[in-house]
T-cell receptor, first 110, second 114 residues
Framework: GNSVTQMEGPVTLSEEAFLTINCTYT??????LFWYVQYPGEGLQLLLKATKADDKGSNKGFEATYRKETTSFHLEKGSVQVSDSAVYFC?????????FGKGTRLSVIA | ETGVTQTPRHLVMGMTNKKSLKCEQH?????MYWYKQSAKKPLELMFV???????ENNSVPSRFSPECPNSSHLFLHLHTLQPEDSALYLCASSQEKAGVGEQYFGPGTRLTVT
C-alpha cells in the first residue's frame, strides 16, 4: 500500500538557518503530495502541495518539489524563524484519504 | 464561523461516562473525517464520510460511534472509553469525494479519560 516516510525529529535550528525536512513516498502511479503544519495546540494546516511530477509547491517561504525519479518531496526554507516552530507532516493522496508521515518536530531558537 | 470548528476543545471524562464530540464545517465540502492523534504515534484515520455515507471504518473499537446527519456536521459519540483513548481527536473535511484533494482540519478536541 501507499506510505510516506519522513525524517525523524526533533530538529533544532537557530533563527535564519536553512531548513530541510526529508520526505519520501511509496505509491504506484502519480499521487498528489502535501505538506501540513501543526502549531502547538492547533489542528493541521495545509502548507503546500504538488499534484504532478516536477511541480513545485510554495507558501510562506517554504518550498517542496515533486521528484518522481527519487519519489521525494523534501520541504525546504532558506531562513527559518522562531514562529516556524511546529510539527510538519508529509502526506500523499491517490484516490484514498490522505496517508501521513509520522511528523517532524521543528524547534527554532533565537 | 469559518473553516472547520470542533467542540469542545477540551474534555475530561471517566470511563463510565458518555459524551459526544462535535465537528462543523463551513466550507461546503462533501466529505468529513475523524482522526486520532496520540503522542509519539502517527495520525490514525478513524472514520470517513462521503456525502453523509460512511465509506471507511478503520477497525475502530465500537466504543467510538460516528454520526453524520448532514454534510456540514459530524459527531463522534463516546462511551465506556479506556485511558489509552486519551488523545487529540481531529476532524477534517474535503471538497471532493473522500480521498481526492487536500483536507482542512479543525483545531481538535483534547480528550482525557480518567
Amino acid at each position: 500500500g501507499n506510505s510516506v516516510t519522513q525524517m525523524e525529529g526533533p530538529v533544532t535550528l537557530s533563527e535564519e538557518a536553512f531548513l530541510t525536512i526529508n520526505c519520501t513516498y511509496t505509491a504506484t502511479g502519480y499521487p498528489s503530495l502535501f505538506w501540513y503544519v501543526q502549531y502547538p495546540g492547533e489542528g493541521l494546516q495545509l502548507l503546500l502541495k504538488a499534484t504532478k511530477a516536477d511541480d513545485k509547491g510554495s507558501n510562506k517561504g517554504f518550498e517542496a518539489t515533486y521528484r518522481k525519479e527519487t519519489t521525494s518531496f523534501h520541504l525546504e526554507k532558506g531562513s527559518v524563524q522562531v514562529s516556524d516552530s511546529a510539527v510538519y507532516f508529509c502526506a500523499l493522496s491517490q484516490n484514498t484519504p490522505l496517508v501521513f508521515g509520522k511528523g517532524t518536530r521543528l524547534s527554532v531558537i533565537a | 464561523e469559518t473553516g472547520v470548528t470542533q467542540t469542545p476543545r477540551h474534555l475530561v471524562m471517566g470511563m463510565t461516562n458518555k459524551k459526544s464530540l462535535k465537528c462543523e464545517q463551513h466550507l461546503g465540502h462533501n466529505a468529513m473525517y475523524w482522526y486520532k492523534q496520540s503522542a509519539k504515534k502517527p495520525l490514525e484515520l478513524m472514520f470517513v464520510y462521503s456525502l453523509e455515507e460512511r465509506v471507511e471504518n478503520n477497525s475502530v473499537p465500537s466504543r467510538f460511534s460516528p454520526e453524520c446527519p448532514n454534510s456540514s456536521h459530524l459527531f463522534l459519540h463516546l462511551h465506556t472509553l479506556q485511558p489509552e483513548d486519551s488523545a487529540l481527536y481531529l476532524c477534517a473535511s474535503s471538497q471532493e469525494k473522500a480521498g481526492v484533494g487536500e483536507q482542512y482540519f479543525g483545531p481538535g478536541t483534547r480528550l482525557t479519560v480518567t
